[in-house]
């Protein structure tokens, strides 16, 4: 709502295009962003005229809140003339230095650089600021870019028309140029492909018949070769076979031999066993043998006495020496025709025995 002290401010902006002032009226002011159209009329240094319809966008760029921002917006009060006016007149001033052939090759790069200008490294700068009323243009758009009078019109046009039958004469000569270039590199890839070919076949036909020699040769050793390692092979088979039956033959004779000599062990052992018990009973038998006989003749000595023993142990000699008494002899021989004497010999003992 209004106060009883404020009014409506009408704006006045410049419109159409080209852009005439006071086209427009209104009491609100637009903040962006949006883009506003223009045809303004430029001469390049060879003197062609040109008209060129022109699309700026653009936005208001301020901070919220700020008075001074807001009122900086209003500075301006038909922003749209004077920015297209201010923007014509950079374009103009970068047209007018190149000619019409640059213009023509380059004029997107041109227009957009002498809109936006160059930074430190020398590239197109993003954007352009009006710092009176915080007006930012973002980009230009080129619609159209139209001659002014016929005449130049017309010589565009032939020179258009000379350019794209020279260009499409250059690209026929291209074309040709590059079909029989083509054609050549075929023709030399061709050739090349046949020597090649034939390389490869003179190539494939060594090979071929050093593989019929070498299988000539192998088909003449083989059959040696075979033999003699299938009877190499068979030697082996036979040898470790050998080897094996005698691995398996000695452990069956040491099986053998632990089984004879425990079979030995066992058998002295039971002889010794049987031996043994034996001797101690044949111990056993002769002590007591022993003992009964000890036993026996001391009951005999008991029971015949000393004197009786010593009397039959020398009744023989006693009888023999009564004997002789008895017949009065003092000394005897008895012999017979068997046995020789030693007469002198006895005769010594004779006379020796005498007292």
């Known amino acids: 709502m209004l106060a009883p002290d404020e009014h409506f401010t009408q704006l006045s902006l410049s419109g159409g295009k080209p852009k005439r002032p006071n086209c427009i009226r209104s009491l609100c002011l637009l903040l962006g962003p ?5 045809i303004i009329t430029v001469e390049t240094s060879d003197h062609a005229r040109l ?4 699309s700026y966008n653009w936005h208001f760029q301020y901070n919220t809140g700020n008075t001074e921002d807001a009122a900086a917006l209003f500075a301006v009060p038909d922003f749209v003339g004077d920015a297209c006016k201010a923007l014509a007149s950079r374009i103009r001033g970068a047209v007018a230095a190149v000619p019409f052939d640059d213009f023509h090759r380059n004029s997107a790069r ?3 650089t002498s809109v936006f200008g160059l930074d ?3 590239k197109v700068k993003d954007n352009f600021k009006f710092g009176a009323n915080k007006l930012v243009i973002t980009n230009v758009d080129i619609q159209s870019v139209e001659p002014v009078d016929q005449r130049t019109r017309d010589s565009l046009q032939k020179s258009v028309q000379l350019a794209i039958e020279i260009t499409t004469n250059s690209q026929e000569a291209s074309a040709r140029h590059e079909a029989e270039r083509l054609e050549q590199e075929a023709k030399g890839r061709l050739e090349r492909q046949k020597i090649h070919d034939e390389a490869e076949a003179e190539k494939a036909r060594t090979e071929l018949l050093k593989l019929q020699s070498l299988s000539a040769a192998v088909e003449s050793t083989g059959q040696a070769k075979a033999e003699a390692q299938s009877r190499a092979e068979s030697l082996r088979i036979e040898g470790e076979a050998a080897v094996d039956q005698a691995k398996l033959k000695a452990e069956a004779q040491n099986i053998e031999a632990e089984n004879e000599l425990k079979r030995i062990n066992d058998a002295r052992k039971g002889e010794l066993d049987y031996v043994s018990s034996n001797n101690n009973l044949e111990i056993e038998k002769a002590e007591k043998m022993a003992a009964i006989e000890t036993g026996k003749f001391q009951n005999m000595v008991s029971t015949l006495g000393p ?3 010593a009397k ?3 009744s023989g000699h006693d009888n023999q020496l009564a004997m002789l ?4 002899l003092q000394s005897t021989l008895i012999t017979d025709g068997s046995t020789p ?3 002198f010999n006895t005769a010594k003992g004779l006379v020796g025995a005498l007292p």
Do not use: H, P, S, V
């Open 312 to 314: 039959i142990a020398t």
């Open 51 to 54: 008209a060129l319809q022109l």
């Open 307 to 309: 004197e009786n023993i």
């Open 120 to 122: 430190e490294n020398m």
């Open 325 to 328: 008494r008895a017949l009065g």
């Open 34 to 38: 949006d883009f506003m159209t223009d």
């Open 110 to 112: 041109i227009i957009r």
């Open 341 to 343: 004497l030693n007469l």
